[in-house]
């Protein structure tokens, strides 16, 4: 099945490659903990991979445990393969590296975002300032976005909203006030 040898190394190569990238920029503070699932940015918008409850704030379907698990399914059929398995074996190998990979990432994503901390942060601080938004903040207070902000000397990353129309990732807004004790309100800055 050389069809297959081909997307074992498209799986692989594709994600390495996204993984190395994503990681080099989160090294050098270029993407940070940008994900898909909600409060990460998911691809729809909605909240897709976030499962509450029993597995708490697990993020099933963010950035990171999707490029994982092509990395992942990739390298293992690719070793299958290698170690001369039968084209089913291998797959199904692959397939449950693809998907302990998700859950092993999901896992690790939650519980070191336990370890952040805002030390003595205080977000009215952030009021007047200028952010830029990394997940789309929905129309009308529909629902929180989320921005960066630079409060107290240091980039932080914080929940917003909006009471005019959405504001798209990458726009940047003007702080005006908080919604609450923990999200900010926005507006976007014409220009």
């Not at 080099?24 to 409060?39: I, Q, R, S, W």
């Amino acid at each position: 099945m050389g069809w297959l040898s081909d997307v074992y190394r498209i799986c692989a190569l594709v994600g390495g490659t996204v993984l190395v990238v994503q990681t080099l920029l989160m090294v050098f503070g270029g993407l940070g903990d940008h994900d898909l699932g909600h409060g990460e940015g998911d691809l729809s918008g909605h909240d897709v991979g976030h499962v509450h409850g029993g597995l708490a704030e697990l993020k099933w379907l963010s950035l990171k445990t999707i490029v994982s698990a092509l990395t992942f399914f990739g390298l293992a059929g690719l070793a299958s393969q290698s170690s001369g398995l039968t084209p089913f074996a291998g797959l199904l190998i692959a397939v449950v590296a693809g998907g302990a990979a998700i859950f092993l990432v999901a896992f690790l994503m939650a519980s070191l975002s336990r370890f952040q901390s805002k030390g003595n942060l205080d977000i009215k601080n952030a009021v007047g300032h200028t952010a830029r938004v990394y997940l789309r903040i929905p129309a009308d207070r529909t629902g929180p976005g989320k921005v960066t902000v630079d409060v107290q000397g240091r980039s932080v990353e914080l929940e917003a909203t909006t009471a005019g129309p959405e504001i798209p990732t990458g726009a940047t807004v003007r702080v005006v006030g908080l919604s609450d004790a923990d999200t900010l309100d926005v507006t976007p800055l014409l220009g």
